[in-house]
């Protein structure tokens, strides 16, 4: 795996707030919030198989600049040993940007505001555990699905022990969920009006923490997420799945149709010659690779 050095700063998306630095492992970058325009490769590139890749724009030549909330394990965060940028996401978009040719850097920002963000030309794409929503779609365009999600309660089972799913909830009782996720739509659909008590998080670290310590009853977040934070909390547990039929895609301006095409492209190439299996496998050891994922 190629690991980058996430010297990143924090954006206050719609206040139009400074960007200050992003660094990759083997090359050094400097992003700011909407900078000048560029293009792609100017000449043309192919995927592993020699299929030519869509010519397309990206705001700096050479670069693809990639909004995320960056602490979403197991998709994207920072490992705390080595203070790199690892996961899931980041190694999809390192696999895809090789092989479009591009340097990847990374923009740090509130996920609530990120696909307004992305519209606004602030980075070239959105990879942040984002599930395709007609909603989201009127605001962005998202590339073919990468992964297929499922919500999960997550409680504290040394404090609430007989909670085994949503309808154990009680009215007044209150659960953390991350501010503009679907896990947060769902909640509000479906516990809001049971009585049930939304805690909203930018961040969903900050979630568990409170779970950990007994200010929510349980955690409405991603499966695969909910998942990692469980395993290294002491007491929590995923008690219950929720199918909701969602798909993750990576999210790209409206404006940029070409940059979408090559994205595709280079997602479709990376499942043809196995990467994302390897990728997948090692994120998620206990989990089958999805057939329409496998390659085969």
Request: aromatic share 8%; charged share 20%; glycine share 10%.
């Amino acid at each position: 795996m190629r690991r980058r050095k996430g010297i990143v700063a924090g954006v206050a998306i719609l206040a139009m707030v400074t960007l200050v630095a992003s660094a990759c492992a083997k090359k050094s970058t400097t992003t700011s919030v909407g900078g000048t325009s560029g293009t792609g490769p100017s000449g043309p590139t192919a995927t592993a198989t020699g299929t030519p890749v869509p010519q397309f724009t990206t705001l700096h030549s050479g670069e693809l600049t990639v909004g995320s909330c960056l602490d979403y394990k197991p998709f994207e965060f920072t490992d705390p040993k080595t203070g790199d940028l690892t996961g899931f996401d980041i190694e999809m978009i390192d696999a895809m940007a090789q092989r479009l040719g591009l340097k990847v850097t990374w923009v740090k920002a509130n996920f609530n505001t990120i696909f307004t963000a992305l519209a606004a030309s602030k980075f070239d794409v959105v990879a942040a555990a984002s599930t395709i929503t007609p909603e989201r779609q009127q605001v962005v365009d998202f590339t073919d699905p990468y992964f297929n999600s499922r919500q999960g309660l997550t409680v504290n089972t040394t404090k609430t022990p007989d909670i085994a799913s949503t309808d154990d909830l009680k009215s007044g009782d209150i659960v953390g969920v991350q501010r503009g996720t679907t896990g947060a739509m769902w909640a509000q659909d479906n516990l809001v009006p049971k009585g049930i008590v939304l805690k909203t998080y930018v961040n969903v670290p900050d979630a568990f923490t409170d779970l950990e310590n007994g200010r929510v009853k349980g955690v409405l977040n991603d499966e695969g997420s909910s998942l990692t934070e469980a395993a290294s909390r002491q007491g929590l547990k995923v008690v219950q799945a929720i199918d909701t039929g969602e798909h993750y895609g990576f999210a790209v301006s409206k404006d940029n149709p070409q940059l979408l095409a090559a994205m595709n492209q280079a997602l479709g190439a990376i499942i043809k010659d196995g990467t994302y299996t390897k990728i997948f496998q090692k994120w998620f050891p206990s989990l089958p690779v999805p057939p329409e994922f496998s390659g085969a």
